[in-house]
């Protein structure tokens, strides 16, 4: 308000300059709104030159409607950038989704295959100790065989092998005495918890697991009772054979010529 008061007042003092009917020459610096450009700095002829008259200034719409322009431009440009990354985050996304679908598979197909082999493992173990006892039983066969063609009768009712006569008592301390008899043949009486008997015949080189094998056999069959595994024991004196007595032949663990065995339950390990 004050500018405008005083504005004639000073306009009056320069009333009577030589210089007052001159035009106003345009001031170097800013020129609505901007820096002079190099070319204006260098230019000896300054803004005032034939290049600077050949361009008008901006008004105020323009330089709103440039602003306007600038703006939206910044925006669409910033549009532009949002939508790129989310469909960058979208593709990143999807990649983290099918690599964690395929590891998931391969996962799987691990899994698959261990248990496949581990099956495949305990069918193996399976078949060969099927085997095994197909085996043995094939030999207590054949052993049957040779028995009831030496004996000529059925092995369940083989007489036991006739035993010696005793020698005549030596006449004087000078004569040797009778020399132990080796018995090929073993007389094995299996007493089973429900109170009765198996009475079978065996080699005395054969090993107690033969013996075994045929009380489980012949238990399954004749009682019907189930196909747990059961344990030998000695009547008299009392004794628990144990696994690695299994493996021992019959001769050796004193039950030649004849032994008389009590079936129990083995209990779980």
Known sequence: MTFLLTF??????HE???DVDEPLATPLGHVLGREPTPSEQSSPEGPGSAA???????????RQEQTKRMLELLAQKQREREEREEREAL???????RQGQELSAARQRLQEDEMRRAAEERRREKAEELAARQRVREKIERDKAERAKKYGGSVGSQPPPPTTEPGPV???PSQEPPTKREYDQCRIQVRLPDGTSLTQTFRAREQLAAVRLYVELHRGEELGGGQDPVQL????PR?????????????????VPSAVLIVAKKCPS
Do not use: T, V
Not at 233 to 236: A, Y
């Open 233 to 236: 024991l000695s009547g008299f």
């Open 239 to 255: 004794r628990a054979f144990s696994e690695a007595d299994m493996e021992r032949p019959l001769q050796e663990l004193g039950l």
């Open 8 to 13: 004639p007042a000073r306009l009056m003092e």
């Open 91 to 97: 593709e990143r996304e999807r990649q983290r989704r």
């Open 170 to 172: 030596p006449a004087s």
């Open 16 to 18: 009577d300059d030589p």
């Open 52 to 62: 600077g008259e050949g361009k008008p200034p901006l008004s105020e719409e323009e």
